[in-house]
């Protein structure tokens, strides 16, 4: 005995907007005053540098085979791969 109880659904919303802004606020109160944005972009640049820095030949290849396809960013800004 299959009854239509559609018209006995009560609808539910969950507003997460108010919890949404306190948690990213508390994120930045975490981060500190001290925090500067600009500067770990920065580190995080030269790190990347470093890390790829010093390949011989044949790691410089393989780098390159990565990056040609999308497995690993390239230089520049947005380093994002494609894929």
Known sequence: MNQDRTNEVIPFTLDLSV???RRRAEVIAALGADWDPL???QGEDEAY???YSGL???QQRTYDLLV?????PG???GRA???
């Open 56 to 58: 011989d030949g044949e």
């Open 19 to 21: 919890d949404e802004s």
């Open 49 to 51: 540098a470093l890390l």
């Open 39 to 41: 500067a770990v972009l």
């Open 75 to 77: 230089e520049g800004s």
């Open 81 to 83: 791969p494609s894929h």
């Open 68 to 72: 040609a396809a999308g497995v690993l």
